[in-house]
Nanobody, 131 residues
Framework: QVQLVESGGGLVHPGGSLRLSCAASGSTWSFSAHPMGWFRQAPGKEREFVAAISWKGASTKYADSLKGRFAISRDNDKNMSYLEMTSLRPEDTAVYYC??????????????????????WGQGTQVTVSA
């Protein structure tokens, strides 16, 4: 069974930064073979794609509106994925979810921004940007 646990959320002032972490575990599952993604859901809105990173970390993809402010990374030795968020705005307030793609390597990379490509999800961590 695969488990994803996010951490690092909290309350931050506009213009501030946060680093979210996602710890992955699973006895028969190979973290390093799967792309990882981050999504978010704001109150009253649908869950949306934030960022994704390929299995070795060589490729990344971002929601167009977040390019330049957010950065995704991973550490395959530690089974960890990270989302570095800078210049945060009130509209970034949401629950942030870590997700593991069901595909491996680059097999579905062209569709990696779709929630349908992910089979394992964390419970989410709240990020609130407010003065």
């Amino acid at each position: 069974q695969v488990q994803l646990v996010e951490s690092g959320g909290g309350l931050v002032h506009p213009g501030g930064s946060l680093r979210l972490s996602c710890a992955a575990s699973g006895s028969t599952w190979s973290f390093s073979a799967h792309p990882m993604g981050w999504f978010r859901q704001a109150p009253g809105k649908e869950r949306e794609f934030v960022a994704a990173i390929s299995w070795k970390g060589a490729s990344t993809k971002y929601a167009d509106s977040l390019k330049g402010r957010f950065a995704i990374s991973r550490d395959n030795d530690k089974n960890m994925s990270y989302l570095e968020m800078t210049s945060l705005r009130p509209e970034d307030t949401a629950v942030y979810y870590c997700a593991a793609a069901k595909s491996t390597y680059y097999n579905a990379w062209s569709r990696i921004s779709s929630q349908l490509e992910y089979e394992h999800w964390g419970q989410g961590t709240q990020v609130t940007v407010s003065a």
